[in-house]
Nanobody
């Protein structure tokens, strides 16, 4: 069982930055691939970014590529999502996810956090 707790959401102006954090409970954190998804009002949840357990491989949705960076700190059991040049369309609840492989975490993660709200004002 893996418990994920997100933090770092909030209100930011367009063009600004935020860093989301996701702390995981499991000691074998480094063996799990981690990801971020988001869900805007009235829309389906969508993939944002993923990272392998070692941190050696990263994947991004086209809509956030270049602007967002996912990183991992295995010593702290924490994954981060650095979001730059935020746009109003980035407004959503952001969810952390974990699974055994990057393919799983990008498609059908086994574990989810409770979500953190990000609101970008234009």
């Amino acid at each position: 069982q893996v418990t994920l707790v997100e933090s770092g959401g909030g209100l930011v102006q367009a063009g600004g930055s935020l860093r989301l954090s996701c702390a995981a409970s499991r000691r074998t954190f480094s063996s799990y691939a981690m990801g971020w998804f988001r869900q805007a009002p009235g829309k389906e949840r969508e993939f944002v970014a993923a990272i392998s357990g070692s941190g050696g491989s990263t994947y991004y949705a086209d809509s956030v590529k270049v602007r967002f960076t996912i990183s991992i700190d295995n010593a702290k059991n924490t994954v981060y999502l650095r979001m730059n040049s935020l746009k109003s369309e980035d407004t959503a609840v952001y969810y952390c996810a974990a699974s055994q492989t990057t393919a799983q975490v990008m498609g059908d993660p086994g574990y989810w956090g409770q979500g953190t709200q990000v609101t970008v004002s234009s």
